[in-house]
């Protein structure tokens, strides 16, 4: 059952492919944040699938415990998580004022604009 | 007022101090167990937007003013960096915790303490800074 | 005490800087705070120089954990030279800043500005002196949020947008950079850069290890603005805020190619990779594409500091093109252009400035007439053309003197012929300048922009030092070419 055995990583490749068409083919400035999103989750997978031990246990030392998981990965990707955050959280304010400032949230149109400006200046 | 949010109204005020108790022990505990200060700043932060989503904008404004929020993400940021020069100012390395106190464990203690206190500060202070930013977003134009 | 902690210093200063500005807000005190902030870390890496000169590498144990557990820092004589180029642009450029920020960005955002300027220089330093792999991406990441933010500052409403596709773009590319990382862990255990080197050194050549150099690679060049990766480049330089072109031009591409300079030699300088994966060629015929192609683009381009995007993709075809084959000369010509092309491409940013201060953004119609209303200004493009292209006498040919000798080295004629012809691509658009400004007719579009009539002291004596600089560096080539030819050096022992 090789397949099964590393399905994680599996998963992780048909999101990063996924998330990147997301980000390409959607004309949506809100949809490529989310392709973005899905496409930044895919690293969480692939940093925290090896990090983890069946029958681990946080790594804080005691007696009755023997096997621990890595505890540098999860920290990794906790770092990780929150640059992700910000990313989307400052995607979005840009988003808001792309709206306000064009009108619309179709990359086609805003380009138009983008076009007719140019011509104006 | 309106009368038909009261079962939220009331929920919520029952719910509000257990979120803010239970961030705080994330973020107090995070030296002994699961915890820290991201997410007792994300869960302290989550239970000022619920109470924002029940009573209004305005309110929560009132509480926690926008401009008071933007000083603590500068304060907690400054308590971080302010903690690791302290390990220069007692002759050893950036962030060395082990030089704040008598002895190594104790000092190890006061330095996560600190700076978690201030990942804490900042990410609520963030959190709830991006929900201002959303939130306040066409309502008075 | 205080001298072995300069590298920590290095970023702390600018770190530190940032939230008081967010504290106290006034526009006038942010400002002095950043400036004085830039100064400080440049007078950090100046010292960091002079160290490494004397002492060779020098380690810092963050939090005096001892690596490769902890994070260190590890100064070595490559990084210091771009740590020493960052600082320099960012202490000049910060004291430029205030009369055209004033202009060009709202009074109630100024200091948002200085606080993300302040944090990208953090984020810009620390890419560059840490040695620690995944700290490279926190740091990359905090440049580039808050590069995100100063682009979107920019009045212009495509600013905007330009910002929102860098941003897509920019994650991309950073999001790759982090799976190469992770790879690298998966296959080590370590994140130090230099333990990371040593142990691919000594493991045999799989999969994963392509698959992360693949990852890296293409997760940098989007970073740097390798030809095809570039598109998210003209758009932010052009419609951002002229401080901020001025200080992204010279500074964020180069620390991303020391990052590629850094992967290619130092961590995968002992593996045999290269000897599967045409990473060089690869990087060369992208190279060559850049030079053409995106001169050919700036040529038919109308707005100013779009056209001179362009020419930034290009020049960085030269970098990367020295970069692309394995020898000290090419490798030297590769740094110092780093270093001339910062100082060119960061005069003219500064002189547009001075002009955007006079006529709004910079279009070649608005400029027709310029050399009689701001003869200066059109004097120092006319140089910093010059350095573009190459001319003897200016730092731009100095660079390209070393490119032609290595690759003559290699007694590749025909590249030699190539790069001479993409030279004569950037004499076109740096004549269509130079024609607006002095041949055409004088009309009186600019007037009603006029802000004002004299341009400010502050901002000319920047602007005029780097346009010196470039003749200077001409000249006197002992800082630039040493520097870069140890730090070339450095590069090539790593990977024996």
Known sequence: ?121 | MKNYDRVLRVISKAMIPFIMVFALYVQFHGDYGPGGGFQAGVILAAGLIFYSLIYGLEVAKKIAPPRFIELLVATGVLLYVMVGLMGIFLGSDFLDYSVLAQDSVHGQHYGIFLVELGVGITVFSVMLTIFYMFAGRGRNP | MISSQLPALQIIVPLLAAPFCVIIRNSRATWLISVLASWVTFGISILLYLDVQTLGVISYEMGNWAPPWGIEYRIDSINVFVLLIVSSIGALVSLYAYPSISVEVDENKHYLFWTSYLLCLTGLLGVTITGDAFNIFVFLEISSLSTYVLIALGKNRHALYAAFRYLILGTIGATFIVIGIGLLYLLTGTLNLYDLSMRLGDMSLTQPQLAALAFLTVGISLKLALFPLHLWLPNAYAFAPSVATCFLAATATKVAIYLLLRFAYDVFGQSQIFSELPLGEVLLILSIAAMFIASTVAIYQQDIKRMFAYSSVAQIGYITLGASFASHTALTSSIVHLFNHAITKGAIFLLLGLVALRIGQPTLKKMSGLGKSMPWTSAGLVICGLSLIGVPGTAGFISKWYLILAVLERGWWWLAFMILASSLLAVIYVWRVVETMYVSDSDSRGDSHMASTTSPTSMTLVAWLFVTSCIFFGFHTSFSVEGASAAAKVLLEYTK
């Open chain 1, 1 to 121: 059952m090789d397949f099964l055995d590393n399905i994680n990583y599996w998963i992780a490749m048909f999101q990063i492919v996924m998330g990147l068409f997301i980000v390409i083919a959607s004309e949506n400035l809100i949809k490529t944040l989310v392709g973005l999103g899905i496409f930044q989750s895919a690293v969480y997978i692939i940093y925290i699938s090896p990090a983890k031990i069946f029958g681990g246990t946080a790594p804080i030392l005691s007696e009755n415990y023997v096997i621990y998981a890595n505890p540098l990965p999860h920290v990794l990707i906790l770092t990780a998580i929150v640059v992700g955050v910000a990313t989307t959280a400052l995607g979005l304010a840009l988003v808001v004022r792309i709206y306000e400032a064009f009108g619309t949230l179709e990359e086609d149109k805003i380009q138009e604009i983008d076009l007719e400006d140019s011509r104006n200046d």
